[in-house]
């Protein structure tokens, strides 16, 4: 049978949030309805003073729409951004931060993960998401257990460069991700339509961010590698402090114009003391697939020149290439259909340094012995 709105909507009307005895349409809380082949995900929305207790109403909002018949998963987001009426401002707002989610409060516990990177780009069109994922398949194939977590909302990107379109499943507590070329994944994108635009604003989008990050069933991992969405915003200042990253990897390409966005990416991470992995640039150089030539489209050498200025390391140059481009258009990166292809050698190069940045991250100190 075919899900209707309106459907969702009547459900809704059943559930009467505590304040003012209101159902929850009619007080104005659900916010970005959206029902995808039967997946249907919204938000609520309560006051910043009421964001501890309001737990029980989201899971009351999602069982009453999971009990209609055809529903496959429901997945509701808990934020907490607007004022009380006629009263003074919460005591995060008057600290400056009126945009916390409800969920925030420290960093999150994630138990059975490893180490969690980020990587990261000033800006966007500097393929990020591309790097991120040949770098988590790269991982897995050097005998890591990987997660990916695609942590762009309004522009998910990992859903089409991996192949995937099922729906991820949910035991009403943890969310599965879906397991492709070795690794767990997890994105919004996998959640709504892939034309679907996220109108959704900053607290939404840390209220998401963070239930993707510690709903989702990703244990046991060895590396959690998210892919984060471009800029230095709110959400990556969420994923920066609420998560509790080993490190970055900062993807530029030759351009100063990027290099500029890759310095401020940088110093945002060094601000909330997040160790810098390393520095990747991409596009390096094009690889003429006819006659194998190079050229140097976009400069050259710029974010070695970058990262030895800021004394981070330099991961390697990942180039340009057909092949490169293709397989992520067809949904099978290059480092899954040719692992021993000379296409995937830089990334494998790219992940091999992250392991050894990894290692001296979470080297123990030495101990002095007195004897």
Known sequence: MSLERADIEAALRTVIEPWSKRDVLSAGLVQGLVIRDRHVGFTIEVDPARGAEAEPLRRACE???????????????????????????????????AHEPAAAGGRLALDGIGAVIAVASGKGGVGKSTIAVNLAVALAKLGKRVGLLDADIYGPSVPRLLGLSQKPESDGKKIAPIEVAGLKAMSIGLLVGEDTPMIWRGPMIQSALTQLVGDVAWQPLDVLVIDMPPGTGDAQLTLAQRVPLAGAVIVSTPQDLALIDARKAIAMFEKTRVPILGVVENMSTFICPHCGGETQLFGHGGARETAGRLGVPFLGEVPLQLAIRETSDAGTPITAQRPDGAEAKAFFSVAEGVVRGLERSTKAPPRIVVQ
């Open 63 to 97: 069982e009453a729409v999971a009990k209609l018949s055809g529903v496959l998963s429901v997945t509701a987001v808990l934020t907490a951004h607007r004022q009380p009426p006629g009263g003074a401002p919460p005591a995060a707002a008057r600290r400056g931060h």
